[in-house]
């Protein structure tokens, strides 16, 4: 089965500061990873995603993240915070049915508080 | 291009009453899924729907059913409401990828 391990509930850095979120995934094959970031009362917005090839994946809002198989591990960076990314964020790990995204199975979640 | 579309955004029910939440899925998307967010917690997978038929199902009772339309749109059904089923409930689509999700129904079960 597949899980995926958020081990900070709450994070809180000052703005400019840089940022890793982590996580770490439990899954049988290769993974598809993912991670969303969810404002209050919102749904998800994905941030980024990695299928294969460079490990390295960027996405939106200056966000990156690097896969690890050693270590079982996405998790999320950013070199400088701003308030405006104070927010949820879920990691995520799933598959792909017959070329149709499978289901997705989230992290808990970690909230990013932003210090001014 | 509109993408995920849910209604309603907020509901109120009472325990035992049958709920029924709507989902348009982004233009040119035909799988469905739905999600059930518990406040504090991340999502949990509910169900898929493709095709109409019921492709995959999580970890939910049979009072969680739903139903897709041959326009792709979605209906979460939810009977014998308990204080447990108050949540954010999601709705996502895909085609030939990944999931687009809507902003959800938040349902209040008093």
């Known amino acids: 089965a597949q899980s995926v391990t958020q081990p900070d509930i709450h994070i809180t850095v000052s703005e400019g500061a840089s940022l890793e979120l982590r996580c770490n995934y439990s899954y049988g094959a290769t993974p598809y990873l993912f991670w969303y970031v969810q404002s209050p009362g919102q749904g998800l917005q994905l941030l980024l995603k990695y299928f294969s090839g460079d490990t390295l994946v960027q996405g939106i809002k200056g966000f990156e993240a690097e896969f690890k198989r050693s270590q079982s591990s996405f998790n999320l960076r950013k070199p400088s915070v701003h308030w405006s990314d104070a927010a949820e964020y879920f990691c995520a790990v799933g598959a792909l049915n017959t070329g149709t995204a499978s289901k997705l199975t989230f992290g808990t979640g970690t909230r990013l508080q932003v210090t001014l | 291009d509109a993408g995920v579309t849910q209604s309603p955004t907020h509901l109120i029910k009472t325990r035992g009453q049958q709920v029924t939440l709507r989902c348009s899925p982004k233009s040119g998307h035909d799988t469905v899924s739905w999600y059930q967010q518990a406040l504090g917690q991340g999502p949990q997978f509910i169900f898929q729907y493709y095709e109409e038929e019921e492709r995959q199902r999580g970890n939910f009772p049979d009072r969680f059913s739903g139903h897709q339309f041959p326009n792709y749109s979605s209906e979460l059904n939810v009977n014998a409401l308990l204080l447990g089923d108050s949540a954010l409930y999601l709705c996502?689509?895909?085609?030939?990828?990944?999931?687009?999700f809507g902003s959800g129904t938040r349902l209040t079960v008093v």
């Open positions: 996502a689509s895909s085609g030939q990828g990944w999931d687009t």
